[in-house]
């Protein structure tokens, strides 16, 4: 039986996110996640207060997330449980500018077996923004 690795799930999470598809970022997390947003400055502990952040961050022009791969970092705590952390870069138009937002990010997740579950849910995601809050 395969499980899907920790990077998998990473991908998964900036795809959603430069898809601007909240549902597919939402069914990522489990509905006791904690997400300390990069564009926040609140925990957001609720699955309602991670939709309105995604739906938000969905409504930004030209929104798009790049990861800087040589920073990322794997470490399995207790498997199935993993962290990722390293350097990932926003990109939205603000103000008719386009404006890059290099942040941390420090993601605590669990993954399952492939097949088994529709999509593995983060535990935790926290980015942390060079001017703001955390990092997934």
Known sequence: MQTQAPVDVLARWMRAVNAGDV??????????????????NRLLSTPERRRAYFERLASR?????????????TQVAQPPIFTLSGIYNWRFVVDGE???????FWLRAGYVPSGS????????????????????
């Open 23 to 40: 549902e597919a970022l939402l069914g990522l997390y489990a509905p006791e996640a904690v997400l300390i947003p990069t564009f926040s």
């Open 61 to 73: 022009e030209d929104l798009s997330i790049a990861l800087h791969d040589k920073t990322v970092i």
């Open 98 to 104: 386009l404006l890059n937002f290099e942040a941390r």
């Open 117 to 136: 579950h529709p999509a593995p849910p983060l535990l935790a995601d926290s980015p942390h923004a060079v001017a703001g809050s955390p990092a997934p």
